[in-house]
């Protein structure tokens, strides 16, 4: 009877597990679904959060970004880390208002590459007091504050691009003025170049605009000189540019430069083709303590269709020789001259004067000299004169010799003269082109190398980058990773999808 009793009671608790309510939340955990949906939110999530610590990672190594634009706007060109690489005083740069995401920020990092020394922070001035108060600037704005020691540089947001107002383009200089203000706050000295006035139709305020710019992009201080207020050319003048003149040097400009030369000072002479030959004793006075000739009624016209623009025979590109000013751009086609003369240099004098030429630009030798400007005819006529033509030369005058016994150096006189000026101002050089003269083909790289080399500062002597359109130009094999990842990976992922869906669909 209590075996019977024992046996209900067994009974009666399986009869009433079995009829009692299942747990919802332990069925709904055993449902397949939900264990397959909860595995793939944790794989999910392992990937966002390796993801997550591989950007990490990549930030803390600054690594240069991939620029795959023809220009390079996004990364540093090798003349802008060899200005900096070598600066031993320490620089920062304060970036207000910017975010480390911007592009300028990534430029910047670059210099610290190249430079452990240079040192890029993104700051809110708002947390810099000091900062704010030193330099006057507001909460809200931005702006680069470059600084070494005691000397600083700010630049605005407006600083880093230039104007076309031709093309009505805006042009990205931010990498020329951020190489330029640490060069600048780091330099010990800064070369000063002064331009002649008084004397020629072309001024710094009005066609030479764009050049003065770059000129100062590349850490030079310019200046004017009137030279008939000062009656001397200034102490710290390191290179004299003289515009095409117009009329004849008074005595004490005659004097003033004549003194300069014979002190060493240098000058960049740029001489456009003349219709009328004045009366120029003072100016060819000064032109012939370097066995220059004076300037010929004339111009130089091509033939040959490769050595000119749009098929006009005054637009003449000359041929580059190979020379310490035109390292960079030997063997280049890209200086443009509009109507060059050609520059007559007396050879049978040179020793005598001790003066040593060295070409620089040379009109090929399908060109000719007219005289006539009433020929319109674009082929050489009968008596025009035929042949190379001298569009570009240094001639560099020895003042005092190399004295062995006191080891004192030689004295020097360099000039670097050009039969054209339209070619590095801000004119267009047809109705149709939308830039100014200077910014075509290498123009600009010419007036800076040579500028850079009268200043002593050989190591500037570079083909600079263009900054205006960008033009994506990844190699072959850069362009097939790159549609690799754009198109190949996405694809693959999908059709493995695809593959994995269809076996779990049959496995059901």
């Known amino acids: ?60 190594l600054e690594l240069e970004p991939l620029d795959f634009t023809e220009e390079k706007l996004y990364s540093l060109t090798d003349s802008s880390k ?7 005083k320490d620089i920062n740069m304060y970036f207000i208002g910017y975010t480390e995401e911007s592009a300028l920020i990534d430029l910047a990092k670059q210099y610290h590459n190249a430079n452990e020394k240079i040192v890029v922070e993104a700051i809110d001035i708002n947390n810099r007091p000091d900062l704010a108060n030193k330099y006057g600037i507001e909460s809200g704005s931005q ?54 006035e008084g004397y020629s139709s ?38 004299l540019v003289i515009m095409t003149p117009t009329k004849d040097f008074d005595d004490v400009a005659t004097t003033a430069i004549t003194n300069y030369i014979q002190a060493g000072g240098n000058i960049l002479w740029m001489n456009a083709a003349i219709t009328k030959a004045p009366e120029m004793p003072n100016v060819n006075k000064i032109l012939n303590m370097y066995c220059v000739q004076p300037f010929e009624v004339g111009i130089i016209r091509e033939t040959d269709t490769s050595k000119m623009v749009m098929n006009a025979p005054d637009l003449v590109i000359p041929e580059v020789q190979n020379s310490k000013v035109t390292k960079d751009i030997y063997n280049t086609t890209g200086v443009i001259m509009v109507n060059p003369t050609k520059i007559n240099i007396n050879e049978d004098k040179l020793e005598e004067a001790k003066v040593t030429k060295t070409d620089l630009l040379i009109a090929s030798d399908s060109s000719y000299y007219r005289t006539n400007f009433n020929n319109q005819s674009n082929g050489a006529l009968d008596g025009e004169e035929k042949g190379t033509f001298i569009v570009g030369a240094e001639l560099e005058k020895t003042i005092k010799e190399k004295n062995e016994e006191t080891n004192e150096s030689a004295l020097t006189s360099k000039l670097l003269i050009y039969g054209e000026n339209v070619f590095i101002s801000d004119y267009q050089l047809t109705q149709e082109s939308q830039y100014g003269a200077i910014q075509l083909g290498y123009n600009k790289d010419l007036i800076l190398n040579s500028i850079a080399y009268l200043v002593d500062r050989q190591e500037d002597i570079v083909a600079r980058k263009s900054t205006g359109t960008v033009t994506y130009t990844a190699t072959e094999m850069q362009d097939t990773i790159i549609r690799i990842i754009i198109f190949a990976i996405p694809a693959l992922i999908i059709l493995l999808g695809i593959v994995i869906w269809q076996i779990r669909r049959r496995k059901k």
């Open 1 to 60: 009877m209590k075996e019977k009793k024992e046996k209900n009671k067994k009974e009666k608790i399986k009869k009433e597990k079995s009829t009692k309510k299942p747990n919802k939340f332990i069925e709904i955990i055993k449902k397949k679904w939900l264990i397959k949906g909860s595995t793939t939110l944790l794989l999910v999530a392992i990937i966002i959060a390796i993801f997550i610590a591989i950007n990490g990672i990549m930030q803390n």
């Open 202 to 239: 072309f001024s710094l305020n009005q066609n030479l605009q764009y050049l003065s710019a770059l000129l100062e992009n590349e850490v030079n201080e310019i200046d004017t000189l009137d030279i008939l207020s000062v009656g001397k050319v200034p102490e710290d003048c390191n290179t």
């Open 143 to 196: 702006g680069i504050i470059i600084e070494c020691g005691e000397k600083s540089k700010v630049l605005t947001e407006n600083d880093l691009y230039t104007y076309d107002s031709t093309t009505y383009e805006t042009i990205n200089i931010a990498e020329e003025k951020l190489t330029s203000s640490i060069a600048s706050v780091s330099s010990d000295k800064i070369p000063k170049v002064y331009f002649l």
């Open 82 to 88: 060899e200005k900096v690489k070598n600066i031993e």
